[in-house]
């Protein structure tokens, strides 16, 4: 069964500072594995999606690593601001007939204090 | 940008009542979803549905669970008889279709409040 560990569970950091937060998955038998963002309230955003056979992505100030074999993923957040505070989750897709069928992590909740 | 829309944003039930969530997804969407997250928990994945029918369902969906998509916008979950374990938030989501990059749509979630 999928497992899916993110860490830290939260992080406090000064504006401006670059971050980083860390995803391991149990099965690296992936299709797809996807960072989003919750808001408090709200539903889920998806911020960068990686395809199994891709190394990274990359939108804005974010960046996205996955190393399949090693079941780990990054999520860079360059010159952080008070708008990226929120709780990051990282979702795994199996794939297969599975498509669509995420298995999440924990969150990791993020505070950008000004 | 299209998105998906739910209500009621929440509802507060009585243990044993039933409950039916409502989700408009996006137009052009043809795979539907609902996953729901519990208090401090991790969100997890309860069903799969297209083509009119169920595709996958996790454990959690037992037969006090169904989903239907009574016309050509909606997509329902219903509770059938609520229990005070199933307060949490619950959210649709929608997906075009597989093209390698599998994006799901979320909606903002309904929060089910059991007492």
């Known amino acids: 069964k999928q497992e899916v560990t993110q860490i830290p569970a939260a992080l406090s950091v000064p504006e401006g500072e670059n971050l980083v937060l860390n995803c391991s998955f149990t099965?690296?038998?992936?299709?797809?594995l996807q960072w989003f963002r919750q808001d408090p309230g709200k539903g889920l955003t998806s911020l960068l999606l990686?395809?199994?056979?891709?190394r990274e992505q990359t939108s804005g100030r974010l960046n996205a690593s996955l190393d399949k074999s090693s079941g780990r993923s990054t999520l860079y957040i360059a010159a952080s601001q008070p708008g990226d505070s929120a709780t990051y989750l990282c979702a795994v897709e199996a794939g297969g007939t599975s498509y669509g069928k995420l298995t999440f992590g924990q969150g990791t909740i993020l505070t950008v204090h000004p | 940008e299209p998105e998906v829309t739910q209500t009621p944003s929440h509802q507060v039930t009585q243990m044993g009542q039933e409950v039916i969530l409502r989700c408009v997804p996006i137009s052009n969407h043809l795979y539907f979803y609902w996953y729901r997250q519990i208090l401090g928990q991790k969100v997890e994945f309860l069903v799969s549905?297209?083509?009119?029918?169920?595709?996958?369902k996790s454990e959690i969906f037992d037969d006090q669970f169904s989903v239907e998509r009574p016309d050509g916008s909606n997509f329902t979950l219903k509770i059938r008889s609520t229990k005070l374990e199933d307060s949490a938030m619950y959210f649709c989501a929608s997906m075009k279709g597989f093209s390698g990059a599998n994006v799901l749509t979320f909606g903002a979630g309904s929060r089910l409040t059991v007492l």
């Open positions: 990686i395809q199994s056979s891709q």
């Open positions: 549905f297209y083509n009119n029918e169920i595709s996958e």
């Open positions: 099965d690296s038998a992936i299709y797809n």
